[in-house]
C-alpha cells in the first residue's frame, strides 16, 4: 500500500479499508502532492509520539511551575503594587525570581559555576545521578508491570521489606565484603519480589485486582518493618528507643563510584545494568514478549497457550525485585546509618510518575528517571538559596503526570493534530 | 419521507471514508447499500444518523437540509437506527425499552408504562409483529429482540429506517420474517435503508440497489443481476462464489468426541452431551444459530473452558484436561471466531502475530531470546504465501483490514504441523476476495489429509466447506447430515426441530 493512504490506528472504517486501494489512487495522486502528504503524516507521528508528547508535559509543568514561583515571590508581589506606574519593575523582579529559581536548580542539580574546584563544581551532577539511581530502578519496577497492564502502587512496600531484609543481612551478618554485599543485595531482591509476587499470585489465583493488593501490601510491609524494628533478632538498635536499625557493615555498604568525596555509590551503576536487562528482557526474550502480548491482549495470549497468571505472577515478582533493589539502593547505599521507615523516601510513588513519563520503556525510565534525580538534588539548592520551598519541586512532578495524563489537553494547547478518535 | 445525500465526505486523516457519496432514498422503497467489510457503509449511515459530521456534502429530507449533531436530531427528523447489535436493556419489559429515551411522565415524574404499552400493541398488531409488551426482553428470541428494535423506532415516528447488517444473528426462518416485516414497512410508505453484503437478500427484497466500494458508489444495480454480477461489483473484479473441492479422501478417525459437557460459570451445560467423529481428510462443519454451545465447543477443545467432562481425543491422545498449551503442541491449529479477541494482538507487529503461539520453542526461540531474524524471514514470506496486504512485517496487527487480519491468523495456524484445524467463523468480517482466499485455504488443509473442525453461522459457508454438517441446538447434536441437505431442512434443524424422515450420516 501506498504511503498516502497509510490507515491510523483505532478508526472503524478506515482500518478495514482493502487495500486494492492503492492500486487505483496511486495514480491519481501527484507527486509532490504525495511528498507533502508524507512529511504531514511523518510530522503526525512525532506529534503523537512518545516522546514528543513527554517533552511537551515536562515543558508546560515547567512553564506553570515559573507562574508560581513568580507569583510566590515577595519581589513580585510588592513591584505588582505599582505595576502600572513602572512596568519593567514587575517584569525584573519577575525574571529575577524565575531565573533565580531555576539557576538555583541548575546548581543544584548538574554544574554549579559559583564555585571554582571542578570536582566541587560537578558535584551536583553526582547528586543527579544519586538521586536518581533509585528513581530509575523504581521506575523500571512499575513500568515493567504497567507493560503486563498491571498497575503496581506497591512499590512502597516493596521497598520497605526489600530494605529491611538487605539491613537485616547488612548488619546481623558477618561476612567478607564479595560476599556480604552481594547476599544483602540478593536477599533485598528477594523480599520485594516476594512482595509483588504476592499481589500477581492473588491476581492470577483469584482475580484480586492489583492495585488494591499492593496498596494493602503497602501498609503490610510499613507495619512489618515497624515490628522488625522493635526486636533486637531482626532490625532494633539494642538500648534505643528510636524505630532505627544500627549502620550497615562496611562489608555490605555499595561503594562509592568517584571515591569518598562523592556520595555518588554503585547503586546508580546497578540502575545502569537494570536498565539494560529490562530492555533485554522486554524486547529481546521470550518472557518478555509474553509479558507484552499478555499485556496488550490477555485473551489472545491465553489462547496461545500462554499462561497468563503465571505471567501476572512473574512479572508482579521482577517488577517487586527492581522495587527492592531500589530499596536496597537506599539502605546499603544512600543512607548506611541504619534501616528506618522512610527509607522509601516515598520513592515508591516518584516510581510511578518516572514510568510514566519514561512511557514505560527502559531508556525512557531512565531518562525520566535522570530528570526527577535532577529535580530531587536541585530542589534543595533552590530552597537554600533562593528560599522557594521544596514542595515546589513536587507540584512541578504532578504537574508532568496531569499533562501526561490529558494528552488531548497538551495538544490543544500546542495545536497539535489531534489524535483520531478511539 | 424522501432522504437525499449529497455528496458525503467523510475522511479520517489521510484516509477517505466515504467519498463524495450521494444517495437518494424514495418513501415506500426498500434501497440496499451493498458493499463488503469496511467499504463505508456504516461511516455513511453513522454520518446520516448524527453520530459522525461529515467534511462535505449535505444530508436532506423531504426538500430541507438537515444538520444533525447527534443521533437525538436525527431522530427527532424521523430517522430510525436498528443496530446490528442491539441497543436493549435485558432486564427491562419490552414496553420499558420502548420508552427508553422518551419517557412520558405523569403526576411528580411517574413513568406512564401504560401509555408506551398501548403504543407497542398498537405498532404490534399493525404489522403484526406478535409482542407482548409485558415481557422481559431477556427471555425473547433473538428475532423478535429486532422487532422490538424496530417498534422503537417505529414509536417515535420514523419515516426512514436504517437497518445495518439486521440478518447477521438471525436465523434462516427469522430472516425470512424479517424480510416480509421489511416489505410490509414498505408497503406502510416508510423509506428503508437496507445494508449488508449478503447477496441473496439483497435480491430478495431490494428495490433498488446502489453499491459501495472503497468508500465510493461504484453503481447501481438492478435487484434481478445475478449474484456474480453483483460481488464483482462489490469487490471491483470477477470473483469465484463457489468452492471448488474433489470428493474427499476420507481416512481414519481422527478427532473422536464423546460425551462431551461444557458447563459455565453460572452452571448451565452450554455444551450437553455432544458425540461426533472427525476423519482425517474431511471438513466436519458445525451449524447452528450463534450461541448454541459452539463457542464452548472449539474453546472446550483448545483448553480453555473450564469445566468440562466428557472426553476428546486426536489420534489417541486425550484432550481434556490438557492445558491450551499442549493442545496447541499436540498439532492442533485454531482459528477462533473472534480474531480482535483471541487471534491477535493489535498492538504487536505482524511479524510478532505470527509467532504468538510458539513462544516456547524453536524456530523462533533459543536459550529464551527471541531470534528476531528467523522471524523476520518467516514473517515476509508468509506476508507472501498469503498474500496478506500491508506495508510490510512491522505494520502493526491493529491498522489491517478484517481480512489482511484474517490471513495472519491462517497465515499463523497454517504454517505449523497441524493434526487437527478448528476454524470458528473464519470468515466473519473477511472482505469477499479474502473469503475466497482463505476457502481455498481451508480445503487444501482438508486435501493434505487433515481433519477440519469448521464453525459457523453463515450457511452459505457451511454449504460450500463441509463434507459433513453437524447441526447444533442448545448445545445438543440435531443431526449430522450430508453436505447436500436443502438448505430448507437445515434452516428447520437450526431451530431444534429435526425432521422426522432424516437420516444421519454415519460414516
Known amino acids: 500500500m501506498s504511503d498516502t493512504d497509510k490507515p491510523q490506528p483505532e478508526k472503524p472504517e478506515a482500518g478495514t479499508q482493502p487495500q486494492e486501494s492503492a492500486a487505483e489512487t496511486q495514480p491519481e495522486v501527484d507527486p509532490h502532492d504525495a511528498r507533502g502528504e508524507r512529511s504531514r503524516s511523518l510530522l503526525r507521528e512525532i506529534a503523537s509520539g512518545d516522546a514528543l508528547a513527554g517533552a511537551l508535559a515536562v515543558f508546560l509543568a515547567i512553564f506553570v511551575g515559573s507562574v508560581m514561583i513568580a507569583a510566590i515571590d515577595e519581589g513580585v508581589r510588592d513591584t505588582a503594587g505599582y505595576l502600572t506606574a513602572r512596568p519593567s519593575d514587575f517584569f525584573s523582579a519577575v525574571w529575577e525570581a524565575i531565573s533565580g529559581a531555576y539557576s538555583a536548580m541548575f546548581r543544584g542539580a ?34 515493567l508491570a504497567f507493560r503486563a497492564s498491571l498497575f503496581n502502587i506497591g512499590g512502597r512496600g516493596q521497598m520497605l521489606v526489600a530494605g529491611g531484609a538487605a539491613g537485616w543481612v547488612g548488619f546481623q551478618v558477618d561476612l567478607p565484603f564479595i560476599v556480604h554485599l552481594p547476599l544483602a543485595i540478593l536477599v533485598g531482591m528477594a523480599a520485594g519480589a516476594l512482595w509483588g509476587g504476592i499481589a500477581g499470585l492473588l491476581k492470577a489465583r483469584t482475580g484480586a485486582h492489583e492495585v488494591i493488593v499492593t496498596i494493602m501490601l503497602n501498609y503490610v510491609g510499613y507495619y512489618l518493618l515497624f515490628y522488625a524494628l522493635t526486636k533486637e533478632w531482626l532490625l532494633k538498635t539494642p538500648g534505643s528507643v528510636n524505630p532505627k536499625s544500627p549502620p550497615m557493615d562496611d562489608s555490605a555498604v555499595l561503594p562509592k563510584v568517584l571515591g569518598d568525596q562523592f556520595n555518588l555509590h554503585f547503586g546508580f551503576v546497578l540502575a545502569l545494568v537494570a536498565v539494560g536487562v529490562a530492555w533485554w528482557l522486554l524486547n529481546r526474550s521470550t518472557l518478555g514478549y509474553r509479558i507484552r502480548a499478555v499485556g496488550e491482549n490477555p485473551h489472545a495470549a491465553r489462547a496461545s497457550g500462554i499462561n497468563v497468571g503465571r505471567t501476572y505472577t512473574v512479572v508482579m515478582m521482577i517488577a517487586g525485585s527492581l522495587l527492592g533493589l531500589a530499596g536496597v539502593n537506599q539502605v546499603l547505599g544512600t543512607v548506611p546509618s541504619g534501616v528506618s521507615l522512610d ?43 533562593e528560599n522557594i520551598s521544596v514542595d515546589l519541586v513536587l507540584v512541578v512532578q504532578s504537574l508532568i503526570v496531569l499533562f501526561l495524563a490529558a494528552p488531548p489537553l497538551v495538544r490543544a494547547i500546542f495545536r497539535l493534530p489531534a489524535q483520531e478518535a478511539k | ?260 459437557r461444557v458447563t459455565d460459570l453460572a452452571g ?209 447434536v440435531v443431526g449430522i447430515v450430508p453436505a447436500d441437505t436443502p438448505r430448507e431442512t437445515l434452516g428447520l434443524m437450526m431451530t431444534g426441530e429435526r425432521p422426522k424422515d432424516l437420516k444421519d450420516v454415519v460414516a
Open chain 2, 268 to 476: 448451565h451445560a452450554q455444551v450437553d452431551g455432544l458425540s461426533f467423529t472427525i476423519r482425517a481428510g474431511e471438513v466436519l462443519c458445525v451449524a447452528g444459530v450463534q450461541g448454541n454451545g459452539q463457542t464452548e465447543l472449539t474453546e472446550a477443545i483448545l483448553g480453555l473452558q473450564d469445566d468440562v467432562s466428557g472426553s476428546i481425543t486426536l489420534d489417541g491422545l486425550e484432550l481434556v484436561g490438557r492445558t491450551t498449551r499442549q493442545v496447541l503442541d499436540a498439532g492442533v491449529g485454531f482459528i477462533p471466531e473472534d480474531r480482535q479477541v483471541d487471534g491477535l494482538v493489535p498492538g504487536f507487529t505482524i511479524a510478532e502475530n505470527l509467532m504468538l503461539n510458539r513462544s516456547f520453542k524453536s524456530p523462533f526461540v533459543k536459550n529464551g531470546n527471541l531470534r528476531l531474524g528467523a522471524l523476520r524471514e518467516f514473517a515476509q514470506q508468509k506476508l507472501k504465501e498469503y498474500d496478506v496486504r500491508a506495508r510490510d512485517i512491522d505494520s502493526l496487527a491493529a491498522n489491517l483490514s478484517g481480512g489482511n487480519q484474517q490471513k495472519v491468523v491462517v497465515a499463523r495456524e497454517l504454517s505449523r504441523d497441524l493434526r487437527l484445524l478448528v476454524a470458528a467463523q473464519p470468515t466473519r468480517g473477511v472482505d469477499v476476495g479474502s473469503i475466497e482466499f482463505i476457502h481455498k485455504q481451508v480445503v487444501a488443509t482438508r486435501d493434505s489429509g487433515i481433519p477440519v473442525l469448521v464453525v459457523s453461522t453463515e450457511l452459505d459457508e457451511v454449504v460450500a466447506l463441509a463434507d459433513r454438517i453437524m447441526v447444533l441446538y442448545r448445545g445438543r
Open chain 1, 343 to 385: 527509607l522509601d523516601a516515598s520513592i515508591g510513588f516518584d516510581a510511578i510518575t518516572v514510568a510514566l513519563l519514561g512511557r514505560s520503556r527502559p531508556l525512557g525510565i531512565l531518562a525520566a528517571g535522570l530528570l526527577f534525580g535532577a529535580f530531587k538534588a536541585g530542589g534543595f539548592t533552590m530552597q537554600t538559596s
Open chain 2, 1 to 260: 419521507m424522501r432522504l437525499v445525500l449529497r455528496g458525503i465526505t467523510k475522511r479520517f486523516g489521510s484516509v477517505v471514508a466515504n467519498d463524495s457519496i450521494s444517495l437518494t432514498v424514495e418513501p415506500g422503497e426498500i434501497h440496499c447499500l451493498l458493499g463488503e467489510n469496511g467499504a463505508g457503509k456504516s461511516t455513511l449511515m453513522n454520518v446520516l444518523y448524527g453520530l459522525y459530521k461529515a467534511d462535505e456534502g449535505e444530508i436532506e429530507l423531504d426538500g430541507e437540509v438537515q444538520h444533525f449533531t447527534g443521533p437525538g436530531d436525527a431522530m427527532a427528523a424521523g430517522i430510525g437506527m436498528v443496530h446490528q447489535h442491539f441497543m436493549l436493556i435485558p432486564v427491562f419489559t419490552v414496553a420499558e425499552n420502548v420508552m427508553l429515551g422518551n419517557e412520558s411522565t405523569g403526576f411528580a415524574g411517574t413513568l406512564d408504562v401504560d401509555a408506551a404499552r398501548e403504543r407497542v400493541t398498537e405498532i404490534s398488531e399493525r404489522f403484526g409483529f406478535h409482542v407482548n409488551p409485558d415481557t422481559l426482553v431477556e427471555d425473547l428470541p433473538v428475532g423478535v429482540q429486532q422487532r422490538v428494535e424496530i417498534i422503537k423506532a417505529l414509536s417515535r415516528d420514523a419515516e426512514l429506517l436504517v437497518f445495518d447488517e439486521p440478518t447477521a444473528v438471525l436465523t434462516p426462518q427469522e430472516t425470512d420474517e424479517l424480510m416480509e416485516i421489511m416489505r410490509q414497512l414498505k408497503e406502510a410508505g416508510k423509506a428503508i435503508v437496507f445494508i449488508t453484503h449478503k447477496l441473496r437478500e439483497v435480491r430478495e427484497v431490494a428495490d433498488r440497489i446502489t453499491v459501495i466500494r472503497l468508500g465510493k458508489v461504484v453503481g447501481e444495480a438492478d435487484p434481478t443481476a445475478s449474484n456474480a454480477e453483483l460481488a464483482s461489483m462489490m469487490v471491483g473484479r470477477p470473483v469465484e462464489l463457489v468452492v471448488h473441492k474433489d470428493a474427499p479422501k476420507i481416512g481414519a478417525d481422527a478427532l473422536v468426541v464423546k460425551d462431551l
Open chain 1, 110 to 143: 548538574i554544574f554549579n559555576y559559583n564555585l571554582t574546584e571542578p570536582a566541587q563544581q560537578w558535584r551536583p551532577l553526582t547528586e543527579t545521578l544519586k538521586f536518581a539511581g533509585p528513581l530509575i530502578l523504581g521506575g523500571l519496577g512499575v513500568g
